[in-house]
């Protein structure tokens, strides 16, 4: 158990509707990540949040977007879906980003579009 | 854009067997972390190797560092079972202050044969 904890674990809407992916970091954990895994894709970063406040973006559509609550917990909307957009979505946090990158995940959500 | 490949995507072996994953690149990254995934969970840190030349066991698993910082290796030495997984590399994006936006290789699908 990492600590993270993301709901729901699975999900599955129809193309053109939107969805909320929460995310509770680990205790004392300031940053939260959102990574999409797909076959085909892999692992990609989509963007992060530290102590409220965006800090990095990564390759996220701008349908797609997320926020960092003051109790830390995240939250990634997912809107207009498309097929395309199933996929693992995973949350991770760490305390601070550190040289290392250490990130800890949580189990995610598997988004189906259908 | 820096992009990390491993080798092979798939391994299919009996217990007992040595087994070796690569993971390189064309861009020297500060550090390389490898993690393993199971089925239903999220990506579990094994190990950070940061300086080139450097080598880190864990148990029966060894990871070694490139010296020019540009690639790694993972060798598993008498697999069991319990090691089947996907097994991804993964380092920080260079540049920037977020070092938790990882890029992760394409990950290496491992399963291991009683």
């Known amino acids: 158990d990492s600590g993270v904890t993301q709901t729901p674990k699975h999900l599955i809407t129809a193309t053109g509707q939107r969805v909320t992916l929460r995310c509770s970091p680990r205790s004392g954990d300031l940053s939260v990540y959102w990574y999409q895994q797909s076959l085909d894709q892999g692992l990609q970063f989509l963007i992060q949040?530290?102590?409220?406040?965006?800090?990095a973006k990564g390759n996220i559509l701008e349908r797609f977007s997320a926020q960092q609550f003051p109790d830390l917990h995240s939250e990634l909307n997912l809107s207009s879906l498309e097929l395309g957009d199933s996929a693992l979505y995973f949350c991770?946090?760490?305390?601070?980003?550190?040289?290392?990158?250490?990130?800890?995940f949580g189990e995610g959500s598997r988004l189906t579009v259908l | 854009t820096q992009l990390l490949e491993q080798s092979p995507q798939f391994l299919s072996i009996q217990e007992g067997e040595n087994l070796t994953v690569y993971c390189n690149s064309s861009s020297v990254f500060s550090s390389l972390q490898w993690y393993r995934q199971e089925p239903g969970e999220g990506p579990v840190l094994l190990v950070t190797v940061v300086t080139g030349g450097e080598v880190k066991k864990l148990k029966r698993l060894t990871f070694q560092f490139g010296d020019a910082r540009k690639d790694s290796s993972l060798h598993i030495t008498a697999a069991q079972p319990g090691d089947t997984g996907l097994y991804l590399c993964a380092g920080p994006n260079a540049g920037g202050t977020s070092y938790g936006k990882l890029t992760f290789g394409q990950g290496t699908i491992l399963t291991v044969h009683p």
């Open positions: 949040y530290y102590n409220g406040e965006e800090r």
């Open positions: 991770a946090s760490s305390v601070v980003p550190g040289n290392t990158g250490e990130l800890f």
